[in-house]
């Protein structure tokens, strides 16, 4: 029988069809084994890469890890020798300064900062010894002014274990507290009495050392310094304190008054002038390493020999003078509070600054507001005392040579080290 020509050309289709089929069932058999299901596997998105840790982070876990250490302190005090360098009118001397100070023990908190493992350990200052634990190097670094043991501020330098640093210390200051007590008498009678009773303050500190000299530290504190003075200047705005220099002017908007001079007050005042002149930059670094570190502590703690305390070293007479002076300002009356208080130790300078200017119009005439060398002046005025300032400036011709020729000498220092902050862009 005759097939069709359409039926004949459906029939080699189904035939090639059904032969494709074969082939591609021959095939899986003998790749892909009818018993095993194959799925899909995605590529997993990774997780997102931890925060690295920063300086910050570690220094307020340490705070943690020291909480609840107790630390000796002996009752006897063991001398010991440091060398002080000293610089005067660029003359250089060295002298042996006996110190005397009881055995103690001190915690500090080392970072690893290749991992950011925090550690603590407990040494021993004996005399002028550091003593530390098996394993470890740690040795009391000597700065150029001859200081090694500085209390709380001491700078440490580890060895051993490497990529280790301090990063905190809490240090033990032994301070006899006087309290009034009910006792009885041999008479049998209640009487009140004085007791001396000895007690321990811990001091909590992140102390400069190079290892911490970092350029998110350096800036961190400089922003600091510039966000006090900005807060100050806030509150007398607020407080609507008027300008003695500039009358019927709110004293943050005495223009004359920049805030450029009180940004450089701490790093004056918080550096020793002879490392000062051997590296500026050094040394104001550290006080804003200092002030990143510790915030509102840095310095908190810092007295002189005449009593000038605080970051920005105020004395008694003189805050309590400008206390009285601006009451509007309402400074803290309580002077050693005031004096380790950031922001109204601050106010102060401020005021104090606008004080003096009042006095240099008086004697100098309005012209000397918007004298190029006013912060100088108004700079070695808070140094020292306005009136070696006015002896000064009388003592000197106009544009004639340095002005400063009739200053102190200490005074001299800190208006070197205004010049250097200044002419080297240092703030």
Sequence with gaps: ?????????????????SASIAVFKFVQAQILPSSKIIEYQSTPTPSPTPIPWTIFDKISEGKKLLEHIALFVGLKDIPYTEKRVSNSNGKISITDRTIKDPERQIALVLLNTQTGELSKIIVTKRGGELIVPEGYEIEVIERASGIRWNYWATQYKVSRP???????????????????????????????????????????????????RRPELVAKGGEYIKATVESAYQKLKERNVQSRALPGKNISEVSQLKTTFFEKIPLMEQTDLGEFLLDAEHMTDRVKVVLATNEIEAFAKTCNRVSACGWIQFTPGTYSAIRKSYSKARLEPDFVKGAADHTNSMMAAILLYDYNLSNLIKNHGIKIADDPRLEEYLAAAYNGSPKWVDKSLKAVIAGAGDWIGHLKNETKGFIAKLRLIRDNNLL
């Design 1 to 17: 029988m005759m097939i069709s020509k359409f039926k004949f050309i459906v029939i080699v289709i189904f035939i090639v069809m």
């Design 162 to 212: 490497e990529n280790t640093i301090v990063i905190l210390n809490k240090w033990p200051e032994p301070k006899n507290v006087t309290v009034r007590k009910v006792v009885t008498n041999s008479k049998g009678k209640k009487v009140t009495v004085n007791q001396t009773n000895r007690q321990i303050e811990y001091i909590t500190y992140s102390a400069y050392n190079d290892d911490l």
